[in-house]
């Protein structure tokens, strides 16, 4: 099986962040229905870096969609101290860390029509157990919210 950094010639040590992320999900949830999406540019084929293969430095961050069947407070805190940890431990540059955001099942099939939904549903891979692209919203020219586009502007 090709990794994500052997598809778009990501530094190897890109896949170990992807790999330690996903290892973090496992054991903060331990649910049967964990979804996990590599979203943004990173999951485009355009992440940013420089330097050699042995010491890159990053510039962009990577970011991920997790999905779960509750959203428990404590459950998050644990996680996101263990994010931070990752993040602490990475030495990659100054603007690279991990990102992500948390959302059930049931709320993501209702996620607002947005550009960012458009392009996790487009360009997204899926690295966990069950398929967060699959329930996705579709977003289409006649459904998307075009007030974001006016924000973005």
């Known amino acids: 099986m090709v990794t994500i950094a052997e598809k778009y010639s ?4 890109f896949d170990k962040v992807i790999d330690d992320f996903v290892r973090i999900c496992e054991s903060v949830f331990c649910s ?7 979203v943004g540019s990173s999951a485009r084929g355009e992440f940013c ?18 999905v779960v069947d509750r959203v428990d407070l404590k459950f998050k805190k644990k996680f996101h101290d263990q994010i931070k940890k990752l993040n602490s431990s990475l030495s990659f540059g100054v603007r690279f860390k991990v990102d992500y955001v948390i959302n059930t099942w049931s709320g993501i099939k209702k996620a607002e029509k947005k550009i960012f939904i458009f392009d996790s549903k487009n360009k997204g891979i899926d690295l966990g157990v069950d398929s967060v692209v699959s ?3 579709d977003v289409t020219i006649k459904n998307i919210n075009f007030s974001e586009l006016n924000d973005i502007l």
């Open 32 to 38: 049967e229905n964990l979804g996990i999406l590599l």
């Open 10 to 13: 990501y530094p190897l040590v």
């Open 135 to 137: 329930v996705l919203p």
């Open 49 to 66: 870096w420089s330097g050699n293969i042995d010491a890159p430095v990053f510039y962009s961050d990577v970011e991920f969609i997790v």
